[in-house]
């Protein structure tokens, strides 16, 4: 048996601060302690101290956060990040799609999955939904990268029987792996599967059909998919399925509109489409920097708020355009305030952290840095560089968070914390 304590200043937002008054927890000189990768105890560190006399102590300077949880990103497009010139279908035709058909080299796909995985625990993210390939042994490279960091990531093959060559599987052999899958990695580390078709136009009736049916038939794993991205991406839709009332509608017909159902994107959304979700608890993967990065739109807070919707924060990497999920947060910012809506820093961290992890449905687990909890977390470093630091100094707590989602990246990352161990990517 293992404990160790943190000491340092501790925030984390457990609840959504548009409808809880209490969400925000801080302890300015707090203490954290960690059995066994659980923490078992949190508050002022002079209460706290004295009830454990015998437990190291380990001080960090800096602001202790939950480690960040990114709820939207694609590993077989690390290497076409910053791929230019076109908008969404056009771009995964040039850019994505040849890229993926690389995974069809299983040595090909191991390399990426490491490589993916320790940057991810460089900009601070300790737990991932993530998009693997077609290919069934792009998921089992992912999953056992993520079981020798012993990282919390849930992914599952890629379902597109209407793919381009070499990226299309059919519905019976989609629905094959998938099962296989599910049933060798059930139960393993801190792993998690998500049936996972790719979007509405790469699957036929017949797979999303298929989609469906695993769904209904695992009620432990979770639904990923794209949706209402892209204007040109949603008038096709239309065209593919005239007797749909709006895009989530063609996914509803198919029984994948539900609370395991996690949907990126969502900027162009229908006051229909947002009740409905709402309604079904269904939630949506917001990926800002993506959404301006192929120039998709601005996501509408105040609309997702009108409607109580679910909303966790993602990176969307490759077309997202950092790991960072400090970065990532900045830019939600600014896509909010485009639209009239004043993201809160506060908010912004909540949804960074407990919200994607209630978006994934492991809020019980981590994001909210409570006991009971497994210890995730990171520090991050207000003076990581001589603006951050001059920006920073003499600052009350919101505006050092706020100027570290603004200015802040990798650099701001003092140190990234899984299960009460530091990593060595940090």
């Known amino acids: 048996m293992t404990v160790r304590a943190f000491r340092g200043e501790i925030l984390s937002v457990p609840h959504d601060p548009l409808t809880n008054s209490e969400a925000i927890r801080h302890d300015p000189d707090g203490l954290l302690l960690v059995e066994d990768g659980i923490i078992v105890a949190r508050g002022a560190y002079a209460d706290l101290a004295p009830l454990y006399p015998n437990v190291p102590v380990e001080t960090l300077p800096g602001l202790i956060v939950p480690g960040f949880i990114d709820a939207h990103i694609h590993y077989p497009q690390m290497d076409r990040i910053a791929s230019h010139g076109e908008q969404l279908l056009d771009w995964l035709d040039r850019h994505i799609f040849p890229a993926e058909k690389a995974f069809a080299d299983r040595a090909h796909a191991d390399q990426i999955a490491g490589l993916f995985l ?27 990268a993520a079981l020798a960091r012993n990282m919390r990531i849930t992914s599952g093959k890629v379902l597109m029987d209407l793919g381009p060559e070499g990226l299309a599987d059919t519905p019976d052999s989609g629905r094959t792996e998938s099962e296989a899958l599910i049933r060798h990695w059930r139960g393993k580390g801190r792993l998690g599967y998500a049936v996972t078709p790719r979007f509405a136009l790469t699957s036929s009736d017949e797979q999303l059909h298929v989609a469906g049916q695993l769904l209904a038939d695992h ?93 966790g924060l993602g990176t969307d990497v490759g077309a997202g355009t950092s790991f960072s999920m400090l970065h990532t947060a900045g830019v939600a910012y600014q896509a909010g305030l485009m639209r009239g809506h004043r993201l809160d820093p506060f908010r912004a961290l909540y949804l960074a952290t407990a919200g994607s992890a209630a978006l994934l449905h492991i809020e019980d687990k981590v994001g909210g840095l409570l006991p009971g909890q497994e210890a995730d977390f990171i520090v991050l470093d207000p003076a990581a560089t001589p603006l951050l630091a001059r920006r920073t100094a003499g600052a009350d707590l919101a505006e050092r968070l706020f100027a570290l989602q603004i200015l802040g990246d990798d650099r701001a990352i003092a140190g ?8 060595g990517r940090t």
């Open 219 to 311: 009620p432990d794993v979770l639904m990923h998919t794209h949706l209402a991205e892209n204007e040109r991406e949603c008038a096709e839709v239309a065209a593919r399925f005239p007797d749909a009332a709006d895009y989530l509608d063609a996914y509803d017909r198919f029984g994948l509109v539900g609370d395991r159902s996690v949907f990126a994107h969502g900027i162009h959304l229908s006051h229909r489409a947002c009740a409905r979700m709402q309604e079904s608890g269904a939630g949506i993967a917001v990926c800002p920097t993506s959404n301006l990065f192929l120039g998709s739109g601005f996501f509408d807070f105040t609309r997702a708020a009108q409607h109580g919707l679910k909303i």
């Open 416 to 423: 990234t914390y899984v299960m009460g161990a530091r990593t």
């Open 118 to 144: 320790d940057e991810l625990l460089r900009n601070g993210t300790t737990s991932a939904l993530v998009f693997p390939t077609v290919h069934a042994h792009s998921v089992d490279a992912l999953f056992e």
